[in-house]
Every structure is written in structure tokens, then in C-alpha cells.
């Protein structure tokens, strides 16, 4: 499986290295970093990642299209540029994943319109803007629709990665893995403690 990974600046840490954690302990993961003009793209925790630029890329049918969240979301929402490169690559991905506000960008490209998805609860409100036509769960800790995930904030970003090899590959596997990585998942998608 090859995982494609977006940034931008100040993406949030965990939002991208809880999944990564995941994906990588998956059997022939391939994980590639793109971004719009390629090169180091850095965040707030002083996480510099080298990237490969988007519109050099192509992605082939069978990729899974990762968007994670962060601060910088606010600001790359209106990022037409990036925007546009997301709904080209999810509409050719096999699967798209988002946590937390990166759901907001997905929702942008209208490719969630009439799909359920979730986000981060604390940033729900604003999420929630980018598009109307998003039927918005509020009590999940991630939503599968379609090849569409959403995960709620940050640590939400790892039971969903969990979610998503569960499907894939067995629930065998996902408790393997977050076993070896000694997590406790949560594996009901429905129950989020952090939803208010």
C-alpha cells in the first residue's frame, strides 16, 4: 500500500506520526510526503519534513490519500492551489483519510457533500463552515464513509488508522499492531470521550 501523505505548514504533529506509526507496521506500506511546492515543510513542535512536490506527482488508483489537521489548516483552507490537488489525488486515491480539521480541507473540495464525517470537537463549529452539505457527526471518534475516513482530534487520528487496517486487513491485525506499539484502542468508532 503506498500512503500519501499531505502537509502544509504547522500541521499537527500527532495528527500525522500517530497514523504513520500505524501504516508503517502495515505489510508493504510505502509512505510518501507531498506538499505543494515540495521541499522542508516545517510546524510548531520544529518537525521539519522533506516532501515531494504535488503537482509533479501521480497517484495511481490503489494509493490511500492522508490529510492531517493542525493550526495551519485555518490558513491552507483557502489555499486554492492545495485545495484543487486534494480532490484531484482523493478522486484517484482508493481510500482517503483525514484527522482532525483535516477534514475541513477535504470538505472544501465539496467530495464529502452528502457523506457523514467528523472532526476535532474543539475546532467542530469552524469545521463545520467549510462545507454545509457534510452531514457532520459530532459524537464519533472517526467516521467511515464510503472510502472516506474522518477522525476526530489528534489522538482520534490513531484508533481511526487502527479502523482502517481493521478493515483492510482484519481486526487480527489492528490488535497486532496496536499491541506491539503497546496502545489502547479505541475500538468502537462511536465513542468519544472527548465530545462535549
Known sequence: MIFNIILFSDFETLDVFGPVEIFGKTENAVIQYLSVEGGVIENADNVRITTQPIKTFTCERNNILFIPGGMGARTEIHNKVLTDSIKSLAENSQYVLTVCTGSALLAKTGLLDGKNATS????????????????WVKQARW?????????????????????????????????????????????????DGFCQ
Do not use: H, P
Request: proline share 0%; net charge positive; with cysteine.
Open 120 to 135: 476535532n470537537k474543539r475546532s467542530f463549529d469552524w469545521v463545520k463552515k467549510s462545507s454545509i452539505g457534510v452531514n
Open 143 to 191: 467516521v467511515r464513509d464510503g472510502k472516506y475516513y474522518t477522525s476526530s482530534g489528534v489522538s482520534a487520528g490513531i484508533d481511526m488508522a487502527l479502523g482502517f487496517v481493521c478493515d483492510i486487513s482484519g481486526l487480527n491485525e489492528a490488535r497486532r499492531i496496536a499491541f506491539r506499539i503497546e496502545y489502547n484502542w479505541q475500538e468502537n468508532e462511536n465513542i
